[in-house]
């Protein structure tokens, strides 16, 4: 199959301040800090024209731009990554947009190239976005709510997200499988422009999950799944996996 040529660039959404753990992007991870080991990460993999952090916070463009990389500040106050990410590609001449989170310095480059060959076999441009999902076993993994659980059709199209075991397990010998939404999404342009302009609606709100206003506005959202686990740094704890896994 042809493939679609595409312009695509990588931004890092950065706010200082996270509720479950204040200042955890400038933490030291094995020498650097996270968000650094992040952006680095995310320039490895080859894949983008461009790899660029957008923050709220001097210090975290002080540390970006220092280390020789591209750091724009945010000029609003966001609610979320998406706003953030729109905002500072709103003048910009792309095709597809890569979300990668922050606080996930473990990336992979193999699940991240699936993700953009959503958009280039997507010949008709069907697909607004492409996430990635992993399968979850364990019942601790996937009641924890800091664990984004997702639902799809049979075409790997997504149904919903939530913080919530989905499906409920009225039956237990389905042998349904649970997946976890990982973080990383690619946009079109578009689609991350509409999402920019449309007010949250009340499911969004309720789960705080920002990729569900998506679905409340009828966007296509591509599950595409990988066995890279990774790791997001959302706790002291996380962090200290982070740091044995980097030393390994």
Request: hydrophobic share 40%; charged share 30%; aromatic share 8%.
């Amino acid at each position: 199959m042809t493939q679609v040529p595409l312009k695509i660039i990588a931004v890092i959404p950065a706010r200082y301040e996270a509720s479950r753990f204040p200042g955890k992007l400038m933490q030291d991870l094995n020498g650097k800090t996270v968000i650094l080991r992040t952006y680095e990460a995310a320039v490895k993999t080859g894949l983008f024209d461009k790899v660029y952090v957008v923050t709220d916070s001097d210090v975290i463009f002080n540390e970006i731009t220092g280390s020789g990389g591209i750091a724009l500040m945010s000029k609003k106050e966001h609610e979320c990554g998406s706003d953030r990410i729109a905002e500072a590609v709103e003048k910009m001449d792309v095709d597809i947009v890569v979300n990668v989170q922050g606080d996930e310095p473990l990336i992979d480059r193999e699940s991240l190239a699936m993700l953009l060959d959503v958009f280039r076999e997507d010949r008709e441009q069907k697909i607004d976005l492409a996430s990635l999902k992993t399968a979850m076993y364990e019942t601790e993994e996937i009641t924890n709510p800091n664990n984004v659980k997702v639902i799809t059709n049979k075409d790997g199209l997504a149904l919903y997200f939530s913080r919530s075991p989905v499906p409920f397990p009225r039956d237990t010998t389905t042998g349904v499988v649970y997946y976890k939404h990982i973080g990383v999404y690619a946009f079109r342009k578009q689609a991350l422009m509409d999402f920019y302009r449309l007010p949250m609606l009340s499911l969004e709100a309720t789960e705080k999950i920002e990729c569900i206003r998506y679905l409340e506005y009828g966007k296509n959202i591509k599950m595409v799944e990988t066995n890279f686990k990774g790791i997001g740094i959302d706790t002291p704890e996380d962090l200290e996996k982070a740091r044995k896994l980097f030393r390994e």
